[in-house]
C-alpha cells in the first residue's frame, strides 16, 4: 500500500512538471519499470539528448517544446565545450599515432561546416533553441550575414591538420548560392586555407544530405585522396560509403538533418 502511494505521488510529480504533450520515453520507461522511479524532467531531457547523439531518435523536426530550454543551455554551455574538445582531443590522438601520413598531397580530412567550424547557436537561440519549425529563407537570411561564431577546438584541430599537410575538404549541406558568404564568415572566423569547399547545387537537392556527401567522398577517393578522417556534428555527414577510415561526431540535439 505505502508503495502504492509513493508511485501514486511521484506520477503526479511528474504531471505537475511535464505539461507538454509529447513525453513519449518517459511513458515508455514508467511501463516497462513499473516501478516508482522518480524522474525529473531534465533526466527526460538528457535522455532524449542522448538518443539523439546515439541515432535511435532520428528525423526530428523539432526539440520536443518541454526539453528547449534544458537543450539551449547544453548547446551554449559549458558541458557542449568539453564535450567538443572531448572529440577534438581523440581526433589529435589518432592523428598522432595511428595515421600514416604519406605527405604527397593526397592525404585529405573532411569537415563540416555548420555546428563543426562555425556555431549556428546565435540563430537557435533566437529560434526556440529548435523548438521552432525550421525556417530556410530565415536559416539562410541569417548565413548570409556571416554572423556564425568559430568553434574554437575546431579552429585549433583544423590549424593543426593543415599544418600537417593534411588536405583540407570541406563538404557541406549549404547551397551554392552562399559561397561567398560562407567564405567570408569561414575567413572571419580563422577558417582558412582549405583546398576545397563543396556546397549543395541544385542538383545535388534531389539527393539526401548523406547521398550527396557519400558522391563527394567517392569524387575525392577516385582523384586518389586518402580520406583520414571527417569531423562532423551529423550523422548524414559521416555515413553512407563510401566514408573515411575514422569518423568523429560532436554533439548537436538543435536540429537533424537526414
Ligand atoms: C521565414 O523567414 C522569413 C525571413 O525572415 C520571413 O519573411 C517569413 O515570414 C518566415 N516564415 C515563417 C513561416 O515564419
Not at 89 to 96: P, R
Not at 158 to 184: C, M, P, V, Y
Not at 225 to 241: A, E, M, N, P, V
Request: hydrophobic content about 35%; some cysteine; glycine content about 8%.
Amino acid at each position: 500500500m505505502a508503495r502504492c502511494i509513493a508511485f501514486f505521488l511521484a506520477a503526479m510529480c511528474l504531471v505537475s512538471v511535464i505539461t507538454a504533450a509529447d513525453w513519449n520515453i518517459m511513458n515508455q520507461r514508467m511501463k516497462s519499470t513499473k516501478s516508482s522511479l522518480e524522474i525529473t524532467l531534465k533526466n527526460y531531457c538528457e535522455s532524449w539528448r542522448m538518443n539523439v547523439e546515439l541515432n535511435n531518435i532520428k528525423d526530428f523536426t523539432v526539440v520536443p517544446s518541454e526539453c528547449t530550454s534544458y537543450i539551449g543551455k547544453y548547446m551554449g554551455g559549458t558541458q557542449f565545450t568539453v564535450d567538443a574538445e572531448a572529440t577534438i582531443h581523440e581526433c589529435t590522438l589518432y592523428l598522432n599515432t595511428l595515421c600514416d601520413l604519406k605527405k604527397d598531397g593526397k592525404d585529405a580530412w573532411i569537415f563540416d561546416i555548420d555546428d563543426t567550424l562555425l556555431s549556428t547557436v546565435p540563430y537557435y537561440k533566437k529560434h526556440g533553441y529548435g523548438g521552432e519549425t525550421l525556417n530556410v529563407t530565415g536559416l539562410e537570411e541569417w548565413m548570409t550575414k556571416g554572423k556564425g561564431t568559430a568553434m574554437g577546438s575546431s579552429l585549433t584541430l583544423f590549424n593543426d591538420i593543415k599544418n600537417r599537410g593534411i588536405q583540407i575538404i570541406l563538404i557541406s549541406s549549404r547551397k551554392e548560392h552562399l559561397r561567398s558568404a560562407t567564405i567570408d564568415n569561414l575567413v572571419d572566423a580563422g577558417f582558412y586555407g582549405w583546398k576545397s569547399l563543396y556546397l549543395r547545387s541544385d542538383e545535388d537537392g534531389f539527393k539526401t544530405v548523406q547521398q550527396y556527401k557519400a558522391s563527394v567522398r567517392s569524387e575525392l577517393i577516385n582523384n586518389g585522396y586518402r580520406l583520414w578522417g571527417i569531423l562532423g556534428d551529423q550523422w548524414s555527414s559521416i555515413r553512407g560509403l563510401p566514408t573515411a577510415r575514422r569518423t568523429f561526431k560532436l554533439p548537436n540535439s538543435l536540429y537533424y538533418v537526414a
